[in-house]
């Protein structure tokens, strides 16, 4: 039997994730036999608990590069495949398929739905609709590759084919299966892996009190990263407290930042609660607010001002009892309170781990791999997709369009760009 009769598929696509599944049924669409290797029970299992279970699909972003932009000095390598496949295409592609979207705060798309499962469900019927060969609770062991095909080993046997997908993803949430075996066999074949991290991660505080903030969502925040005096960064969004610290979009596109500062020097957080008033103006305000409620115990017009459950830190950081009624506040007392509104500090004492990562950094340098095609430059029947790739992956969408996009082009490589 010759090696091409030994071939049984065009392309073995190891991971059903996001990137693993467009690549999977591009590849499909355009004729290809396509086997699908999933070790979990089921398919895109954390892409069914993204942005909190109901997917952060892509961002609204008109131009590619805008788009590029948002992924650092490093998102250049991007240009080929976002001018490819673009967040325009990621909406239709979903939207033809009977999966209405809609564009949030900051350009995030989600389904109209908020669940993240029909997103799932999309993806599966295009493997369906393509024939494509899934095969579930397969754990890959190895990946040979050879000059003319690729031998995918696991524990009942191995499969054959022309080529090999790695959308293996990277490191977070590992108990969905992103445990980094991928980049073991990439740094097998030659390439250089960039040691892993967690990208877009939640901070801890040293704060005591922030466990009373728990569950509290704040949509316009300016948050500053502070090291000493000197502000070294600062964005405005939402924000989530939570029993440990701080979290949501604004913090977790903060903490690669963070993360840098705290190898070096002590870090503190700095809240702006109203990010669009300078102090004169919210002194005033509080002031109209005093004098409309001049009777009553500064902790029920505190709770007025403040959004909920800050109140009585405020309160307490001004040094205020919280019985005392509002004719008697003074002009330093009242101050003091609009101070806090405008800087609420709080002190990192760091970050929360891989487990605790929305996504991970590392992976395949992108200098080693094409971006027309996603193909490996150092062995070209390998293509190389989505988290698996070495790129700052900011939150709101972003991380998923480089899947939809890497995947997308690989799928179409295949079989019409043969090295």
């Not at 959308?167 to 892996?193: C, M, N, Q, V």
């Amino acid at each position: 039997m010759s090696m091409k009769d030994a071939i049984q598929f065009d392309l073995i696509v190891v991971g059903g994730g996001p990137a693993g599944m467009m690549c999977a049924g591009r590849a499909a669409e355009r004729g290809a036999r396509v086997l699908l290797l999933e070790k979990n029970s089921m398919l895109g299992k954390k892409l069914s608990i993204t942005g909190g279970g109901r997917c952060n699909v892509t961002n609204d972003i008109s131009t590619v590069r805008e788009l590029v932009a948002r992924y650092g000095p490093g998102g250049k390598a991007l240009f080929p495949a976002f001018s490819r496949f673009t967040p325009a295409d990621a909406v239709n592609f979903f939207n033809e398929r009977g999966l209405p979207t809609k564009v949030e705060a900051e350009g995030r798309v989600f389904p109209v739905s908020n669940d993240a499962n029909d997103v799932v469900r999309v993806l599966g019927e295009y493997l369906r609709q393509g024939k494509v060969k899934v095969v579930l609770n397969a754990p890959v062991h190895k990946v040979v590759v050879y000059d003319d095909h690729v031998r995918v080993m696991w524990s009942l046997g191995e499969w054959r084919a022309a080529a090999v997908a790695v959308a293996t993803g990277g490191l977070a949430y590992p108990e969905t299966g992103s445990t980094g075996e991928g980049f073991d066999w990439l740094a097998r074949l030659g390439h250089k892996i960039i040691r892993p991290d967690a990208s877009l991660v939640p901070l801890r505080v040293k704060e005591p009190w922030i466990v009373g903030l728990s569950g509290l969502s704040l949509q316009n925040v300016r948050a500053s990263v502070v090291v000493g005096d000197k502000k070294i960064e600062s964005k405005t969004g939402k924000l989530l407290f939570t029993h440990f610290g701080l979290s949501g979009p604004l913090i977790l596109n903060m903490s690669r930042t963070v993360g840098e500062a705290l190898k070096k020097n002590s870090v503190d957080v700095v809240l702006d609660l109203f990010p669009k008033d300078n102090l004169s103006a919210l002194d005033a305000e509080l002031l109209r607010l005093f004098s409309s409620n001049q009777n009553k115990k500064i902790k029920n017009v505190a709770a007025l001002f403040f959004p909920p459950k800050i109140g009585s830190l405020a309160l307490n950081a001004a040094g205020l009892d919280p019985e005392k009624f509002v004719n008697l506040v003074t002009r330093d007392e009242r101050l003091r309170l609009v101070k806090f509104a405008k800087a609420m500090r709080l002190a990192v004492s760091g970050l929360m781990g891989l487990d605790d990562a929305i996504v991970s950094s590392g992976g395949v340098a992108p200098s080693e791999v094409d971006f027309r095609t996603m193909r490996s430059k150092i062995r070209p029947n390998v293509y190389i997709l989505g988290d698996a790739l070495n790129f700052n992956r900011p939150s709101g969408g972003f991380s998923l369009q480089i899947c939809w996009a890497t995947g997308y082009l690989a799928g179409e490589a295949v079989l019409f760009d043969r090295p």
